[in-house]
């Protein structure tokens, strides 16, 4: 799977937009960006995942650039709820393929 | 409600004492595997199953050992626990279908002393 570069942290207000951005230069064709989030010492969750659209459900959106090498999740309307680590990791989409984690970047979501 | 089971939630116990955590999913999900996670070293794969008899390791199998007997189960053993198996471990399970979402149980924190 290929590497991907997450800041360590960011900061965000309540109620604004929560960009997070995601490098993975290396991604191979079949590899799709997913993204999962850690409350505190939680089970990570998933959140959404994307191959070259951008994708938006009810919990974020998913911007991937053309040449798929960067993407970014977006969290329209952060809160506090949303403080977390959050996680990008480029896979194949198969069920047989490991989930590997990075360091990820924390969201502090202030008041 | 669709959900990942864990038990125990915490333990605290002693090098030696063989311990079982159990994992259980109620989606019907083929894959399932468990995961260590520790400060700085992030989210470490230990072993992970395919179906009912089928089980790998993963990155971090040392000292553990798993079963699945049934679809639904995948307990996790340590025959002899050590201090260094001191982490926060998580059970997760998906389908093999699909987009793969990978739905993880609440987590044991477990120390050995």
């Known amino acids: 799977d290929a590497k991907t570069t997450q800041p360590t942290s960011m900061d965000c207000a309540e109620g604004r937009a929560a960009n997070l951005p995601c490098n993975h230069s290396?991604?191979?064709?079949?590899?799709?960006v997913y993204w999962y989030r850690q409350i505190h010492s939680q089970g990570p969750q998933y959140i959404i995942h994307g191959l070259k659209n951008n994708e938006t459900n009810e919990m974020a959106s998913l911007i991937i650039t053309e040449d798929r090498k960067s993407s970014t999740l977006i969290l329209p309307h952060a809160t506090l709820r949303d403080t977390a680590v959050y996680y990008c990791?480029?896979?194949?989409?198969?069920?047989?393929?490991?989930?590997?984690f990075g360091k990820g970047t924390m969201l502090l979501v202030s008041p | 409600e669709a959900q990942v089971t864990q038990n125990p939630r915490y333990l605290i116990t002693v090098t030696g004492k063989k311990l079982t955590v159990t994992c259980s999913q109620n989606?019907?999900?083929?894959?399932m595997s468990w995961y260590r996670q520790d400060p700085g070293l992030g989210l470490r794969q230990i072993y992970y199953?395919?179906?009912?008899?089928?089980?790998d390791k993963g990155d971090v199998p040392e000292g553990y050992k798993v079963s699945r007997k049934e679809k639904r189960n995948f307990p996790l053993i340590l025959e002899s626990p050590s201090p260094n198996q001191t982490s926060l471990y998580f059970c997760?399970?998906?389908?093999?279908?699909?987009?793969?979402?990978?739905?993880f149980g609440p987590g044991t924190r477990l120390t050995v002393l």
């Open positions: 290396t991604i191979s064709g079949n590899e799709y």
């Open positions: 990791i480029v896979r194949v989409e198969s069920g047989y393929s490991t989930l590997t």
């Open positions: 989606m019907n999900h083929e894959y």
């Open positions: 199953s395919m179906n009912v008899e089928v089980t």
């Open positions: 997760a399970s998906n389908r093999l279908a699909g987009n793969n979402e990978q739905f």
